[in-house]
């Protein structure tokens, strides 16, 4: 059954921003963590951006002080506001919600960002 459903991917010329939208069928309680994930070819995929349900944050190294996580339980819905873009930043990025308790993964189907000029 799908869990997540992105929206927000899409190009957009280096300096610009764009933001990401995840959206939970099956509602954020605090029983989960969630996360961005991106990966490119030939690349692990790798964390870009996770918050708790307490709203604890932690960030990539790469994109610190540049992105922002958010979420609302209320409205089932988690968010990344990616700024200042870079090329390198071009990957498929992926919604990702965590059980705290057993650890069971959901993922959502990826959306794509693309940074060029």
């Known amino acids: 059954q799908v869990q997540l459903v992105e929206s927000g991917g899409g190009l957009v010329q280096p300096g610009g921003s764009l933001r990401l939208s995840c959206t939970a069928s099956?509602?954020?309680?605090?029983?989960?963590?969630m996360g961005w994930y991106r990966q490119t070819p030939g690349k692990q995929r790798e964390l870009v951006a996770r918050?708790?349900?307490?709203?604890?944050?932690n960030y990539a190294d790469s994109v610190k002080g540049r992105f922002t996580i958010s979420r609302d339980n209320a409205k089932n819905t988690v968010w990344l506001q990616m700024n200042t873009l870079k090329p390198e930043d071009t990957a498929v990025y992926y919604c990702?919600?965590?059980?705290?308790?057993?650890?069971?993964?959901?993922w959502g189907q990826g959306t794509q960002v693309s940074v060029s000029s």
């Open positions: 099956g509602g954020i309680s605090s029983l989960y963590t």
């Open positions: 990702n919600k965590r059980n705290r308790i057993n650890g069971y993964d959901y």
């Open positions: 918050i708790t349900s307490d709203e604890r944050t």
